[in-house]
RNA sequence: GGUCCUGUGGCCGAGCGGCUAGGCAGAGCUCUGCAAAAGCUUCUACAGCGGUUCGAAUCCGCUCGGGACCUCCA
């Protein structure tokens, strides 16, 4: 099996990943709160574990892949008073709670489907873990680590802490920083410490999303649900917890509270967070009002884009950079992506239809088959690395250049050897479209060939070449199509 | 203000002590009826100033830019 290495957001470097399960992997991934559409950065940090997925069943691991829909509990705006957000949407649009997260949610399976993500192992639902969630809340509260205040349960930070924990320790805060520079919110005065955090809410009256619960109606605390299904599908200790960057606090340094705080042990092995995708420099935010939704990205209809761009294009670009980079989003990037995946693309067409010719006259080129086999290794010395996908690619180019030799008649296939050919053939298709996930994407304006096809039809009609002409009915009859010769014009339909 | 990240050639983006990353764009060549495609060759780099070292995009210091987080964000 390949040695992988992760960066471990816990102790800030590079380790060798070892499953705590031998050749078992549990990940989990934050998914998104589904009140609202899922813009490009979203997407590129599911990329990012969606490569890593494939790259663990690739390299031989059983993995379960956990990815949550947060349905419930997410306040809007700053403090513990807000609004939950579903509840603010539907309230909004006048819809059942429920009817915006199943809107959003579609939204969010479509574009995961757009961009040729693989479904998680689980796709769990916080509304759906209620009972988990208030199990772990009276849990919390028994072994005095959370206190009810007014309806509402809190965390106990300094109880936390004083149990040899160390609140703060992913993002690297120290408690007496956080302290001095904690903002006036509302709903502090419950609390026993400005930094503990809800884990249940009591909900007002008009409240539309609310349960009951031994300490009234409300509903649960952002982070509980992530700990809650977490340890139901993987255990109370697995092996990876991914999410975007963003969310290393206070997110996951609350699930790593929670989780320790109810059964003692690190929830988490290896943690990893994906940067960033930005825009001038600026992070792409749904509250910054300058995230791309990938409905406008592949119309091309939004004010900053000077073209429409494809699903797969944009998975080629994401790829290009290392996962813990920045990334920026920009036209002239996107262009060049663009031309990239398709070159790639072409070879990967025709990679699939090489084939071996044995000839006893052509010598071996070493140096030529040694490139070859350092590029394949490359990839996986490159994807071992941190999942250095940008690394990674550029293998893929060299590769490339061997397939597109072989294919444009420039070199023999002998001349690498058989066992090479093959090797590079099968790894170049296995490497492009199940590791990275790339695919082929079909012409979408089949229409205009048609009609150059029927020029050319009407060309031959009117220089009376039948032979031509019936021809080019045999070719569209072959594809169930038909020619449809009328006195005022020449059109085509589908065959009936 | 605190914590942390970052500045690479025309653009994007790897590398993080010595070995041409790669993509896109530009130039030349081969092939071609002409193109396109493909292959070959090639030009532009490591923000600035010091230091460490036989050797520094790579380590250290300072200066100047850019950004993230500090209870909305992937």
């Known amino acids: 099996m390949q040695t992988l290495k992760i960066y471990n957001s816990l102790t800030r470097q590079k380790e060798v990943f070892e499953p705590i399960v031998a050749n078992h992997v549990g990940m989990y991934v934050c998914g998104p709160t589904v009140y609202n559409f899922v813009h490009l950065g979203n997407v590129r940090t599911f990329m990012t574990f969606d490569v890593l997925y494939r790259y663990l069943i690739h390299i031989g691991y059983k993995v379960r892949y956990v990815r949550n829909i947060t349905d419930v509990g997410h306040l809007v705006g700053d403090g513990d008073e807000g609004e939950d957000k579903i509840g603010k949407m539907a309230k909004l649009e006048q819809l059942e709670p429920m009817e915006i997260v199943q809107r959003y949610t579609n939204d969010f399976h479509d574009v995961l489907k757009l961009f040729n993500f693989l479904p998680p192992s689980i796709e769990p639902s916080a509304t759906g873990h209620m009972v988990e969630q208030i199990e772990a809340v009276k849990d919390l509260i028994n072994k005095g680590l959370a206190y009810e205040a007014n309806g509402s349960v809190y965390f106990d930070i300094n109880k936390y802490n004083e149990a040899g924990n160390n609140y703060g320790k992913l993002s690297g805060r120290i408690l007496e920083d956080l302290l001095n520079e904690t903002r006036e919110l509302d709903g502090q005065a419950e609390k026993r410490n400005p930094l503990d955090f809800a884990i249940w809410k009591k909900a007002a009256p008009e409240h539309i999303m609310q349960w009951p619960s031994p300490w009234g109606m409300g509903f649960p605390g952002w982070h509980l649900e992530c700990t809650c299904m977490s340890a139901k599908y993987l255990g109370k200790q697995f092996d990876i917890h991914g999410g975007g960057m963003d969310l290393k606090f206070p997110h996951h340094e609350c699930e790593i509270a929670q989780g320790t705080g109810l059964t003692g042990v690190e ?3 290896y943690w990893m967070h994906s940067n960033m995708l930005t825009v001038n420099g600026q992070k792409m935010s749904k509250s910054l009002g ?14 900053l884009l000077e073209q429409a761009y494809s699903p797969m294009t944009v998975r080629f670009f994401m790829l290009q950079s290392q996962y813990r980079s920045t990334l920026d989003f920009s036209n002239d990037a996107l262009k060049a992506a663009q031309k990239g995946y398709r070159r790639l693309i072409n070879g990967l067409r025709v990679s699939k239809n090489l084939e071996f010719v044995a000839n006893d006259e052509v010598a071996i080129d070493e140096k030529k088959k040694a490139e070859i086999e ?21 293998q893929l180019f060299t590769l490339l250049k061997y397939v597109n030799m072989i294919y444009m008649n420039q070199l023999q296939p002998s001349a690498i050897g058989e066992d090479t050919f093959e090797k590079l053939k099968a790894k170049f298709v296995d490497f492009i479209e199940n590791i990275l996930g790339l695919e082929e994407e079909k012409p979408t304006n089949d229409e205009a060939v048609i009609q150059g096809m029927l020029e050319l039809y009407r060309d031959h009609k009117a220089k009376q070449e039948y032979d031509k002409v019936d021809q080019i009915r045999t070719y569209f009859k072959a594809n169930s199509m038909s020619i449809k010769d009328m006195k ?7 065959e009936e």
């Open 267 to 269: 929830p988490v092995k």
């Open 374 to 394: 350092k590029s394949i290794e490359g990839f996986y010395e490159a994807l071992n690395d941190d999942l250095n996908t940008a690394v990674a690619i550029a």
């Open 290 to 303: 300058n995230s791309f939704l990938p409905a406008e990205l592949i119309t091309g209809n939004h004010p």
């Open 488 to 494: 005022h014009k020449i059109d085509w339909a589908w």
